[in-house]
C-alpha cells in the first residue's frame, strides 16, 4: 500500500550531478499500490540515495520546449514495487514519459501538479488515460479538479520515500511547493520542486489567476499563516536545490543559498519586490485561454473521478 500523509521530510543522496554544493491537522490517503533544454535521453540527471541500501530515489528532469516547462520523474528503486511519480507533466510530452517509466521498469502511481499552469495543458489526464491506476494529486486551494487534493503539511508518499507539501501561494492562490523528505531514512541534500512561485534567478507573474506579490514573497521568506506552521522556500538548507517548473534562460538548477544571495526579485525588501512586479508590463499568456479551463479539470480528467477523502490517521 502507498500512503499520503501529512508529516514533515529530507533526503541523502551520491548523485551523478550536481555536486553536494504540518501542521497540526494530519491526515493520510491510501491507494493500492539536463543540462541543456533538449535534454536526451543519456544526459537526463540521476540521483541515488545510498544512506539505505533498501532506499534508493531515482530522479530524472525532462523539458517540453514549446512552454519551457520542467517535468520531474521520481521513483523510489530500492522498493520491490519501483513506485514512481511526475510533477507538472505536459500533455505533448506524455507518450515520452510513459516510454521512459517502462524502460526504467517502473510503476507510475500519481501525476502531480504544482498549481494550474497557464503557459500548456497538464499531461495528468492523459496520463489517466493511458496507464491504469495512476492518481492525479493537486492542491485543494487551486479549485481544480483530481483523485487527490492536497493541503499544506500533508505527505505524498512514493515506496519508503516522500514529498512534503508546502503552501506556497502568489504566483497562483493554489500554488504549492513539493520539498523531498526529512528523516533518517530520506536522501540528501533536500529538493524543492516549487512551480512558478520561485524560479531560477527570478520568479512567477503575480498579475492574474488570484496572484499576489504579498503572498508570493512570503511564501518564498516565511510561512506564519493562520493554516500552517512550516517556514518559507528561504528557510529550508542552503544546499537544497531548487527545481522549478520552468527556465527560459538554459538554466536547470540552483539552491535556496544560491537564490538567497543572487536572486534579483526575491533579496529585496516587499515593498520594492511589489513595486518590481507591478512593473514588469508582461504581455497576456498566449496560452491562458484554453490553459487554465482545461487544467481546472486535470487536462482531460474523467467527470467520473472524485476527490478522495481524507481520513484520520
Known sequence: MLRVSLHRLSLSALCSYPPRSLSPRHQTFSFPQLRTRAIPLSTM???????????????????????????????????????????????????????????????????????????HITGTGLLKTKVPGVKSVISKASNSKADMHIEAGDKIYFGDLFLEVRATPGHTQGCVTYVTGDGPDQPTPRMAFTGDTLLIRGCGRTDFQGGSSHQLYHSVHSQARRWDDENGIFTLPKDTYIYPAHDYKGFTVSTVGEEIQYNPRLTKGEETFKSIMENLNLPYPKMIDVAVPANLVCGLQDDSAESVAATSK
Open 45 to 119: 540527471r540521476d540521483f541515488s540515495t545510498s544512506s539505505d541500501l533498501t532506499t534508493k530515489l531515482l530522479f530524472r528532469q525532462l523539458f517540453e520546449k514549446d512552454s519551457s516547462t520542467y517535468t520531474y520523474l521520481l521513483a523510489d528503486v530500492g522498493h520491490p514495487d519501483k513506485p514512481a511519480l511526475l510533477i507538472d507533466p505536459v500533455d505533448k510530452t506524455v507518450d515520452r514519459d510513459i516510454s521512459l517509466v517502462k524502460d526504467l521498469g517502473l510503476r507510475l502511481i500519481y501525476a502531480i501538479n504544482t498549481h494550474v499552469h497557464a503557459d
